[in-house]
């Protein structure tokens, strides 16, 4: 058990002797681990850390440039901004398989990184924001397990980048990093996010990952957002988002028969996402998100609420 002060005390120097005259890269996703790796780094060494941030294609409305903001302008650190959306889109073409997705993304996330990494020479470290339960969850995951998803905060990168690796939060869990990110002076907006899964609005699309169909769960989860928000519920649930389904139903609208796709709605209560339990949201609150994506997103006739708790469903859907 740590408290927030004294893990600085202890870190920020321990960073610095490990670094040495050296150079470190992380990759900076704009969530609250990754961001207090960066911002830790930059407070243990300066600018010889350096902070890169992949646009996937499948962050959320507004995400990219939110993220951008804040690493440029209120906590200004070595940050390197790559725009990646075609590239992974082209490569997703067609792609259908859970499994195929997280992987394909991996791969290139990690060959984009990597090239983004050589580009700064003489880099010899590679921080990542693995948290405890991550360690816990993929020593766990060595048996038939493994298999169930492949998980894809730990490991991956390391393996196949000629550095070594600083993991300077595996020793504590997701509230004690939320302290830590206000002791670091990082926004509300990251310290409060909710936990986005690196594979994105890909893992949230059954089936085909379409710019098309980006651009309809983007709407709906904008909505989710909002109106999670506005209720003050927000901050109240471990994650709170929308997800689309390949299937079409019938509806009607006006006089009109109309044919359109499904909005799934996950809304989860958890203390480190190992386990989870649906969260029992007012009726009002379900009324309104569900009233407004379907007149609001065009493509969009019914939303249904997801009751399954993790175990046995797991709080994506792929
Ligand atoms: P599941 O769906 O396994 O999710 O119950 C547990 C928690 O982990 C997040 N998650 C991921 N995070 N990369 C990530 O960084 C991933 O591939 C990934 N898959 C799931 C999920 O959002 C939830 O908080």
């Keep these: 058990d740590w408290s927030m002060g004294s893990f600085m005390e202890y870190i920020i120097p321990k960073l610095r002797e490990e670094v040495g005259k050296n150079k470190v890269v992380c990759a900076l996703s704009g969530g609250v681990d990754s961001s207090v790796v960066a911002v830790l780094l930059h407070r243990a060494i300066g600018d010889k ?3 890169i941030f992949v646009d996937n294609g499948l962050l959320r409305t507004g995400e990219a440039q939110e993220v951008k903001e804040v690493f440029t302008k209120k906590i200004p650190l070595n940050f390197h901004y790559v725009d990646k959306t ?7 073409k ?4 859970p499994e195929l997705k997280r992987k394909i993304i991996g791969n290139l996330f990690i060959d984009v ?19 405890y339960p991550d360690v816990i969850e993929s020593v766990s995951f060595k048996g038939p397990a493994a298999i169930i998803k492949s998980h894809h905060n730990v490991g991956g990168l390391p393996e196949r980048m000629p550095l070594k690796l600083i993991e300077p939060l595996r020793e504590l869990f997701k509230d004690e990093v939320r302290i830590l990110a206000r002791e670091l002076g990082l926004p509300e907006v990251i310290i409060k996010r909710q936990p986005f899964p690196g594979p994105g609005l890909a893992i949230r699309i059954i089936g085909e990952v379409t710019p098309q169909r980006l651009s309809i769960l983007r709407k709906a ?10 209720a003050n519920l927000y901050d109240t649930v471990w994650q709170s988002f929308a997800i689309l389904l ?3 139903t019938v509806g009607v609208m006006g006089d009109e028969r109309t044919y359109q796709h499904v909005i799934a709605l996950r ?3 958890s203390v480190d996402g190992m386990t989870a339990d649906w969260a029992r949201l007012p009726y009002n609150i379900l009324e309104r998100i569900s009233n407004r994506i379907i007149n609001e997103v065009s493509g969009i006739n019914r939303v ?5 708790s993790k175990p046995p469903s797991t709080i994506e859907w792929e």
């Design 113 to 131: 990184f990597e090239q983004e990494a050589k580009k700064i020479k003489n880099v010899s470290f590679l921080a990542q924001g693995t948290l």
């Design 267 to 269: 809304v989860v209560e």
């Design 49 to 51: 850390a350096h902070a």
């Design 246 to 248: 390949p299937i079409k």
């Design 86 to 92: 075609k590239l992974f889109l082209k490569h997703l």
């Design 304 to 308: 249904v609420y997801d009751i399954s």
């Design 221 to 230: 989860d904008k909505i989710v957002l909002e109106e999670m928000r506005k």
């Design 94 to 97: 067609g792609v259908i398989d």
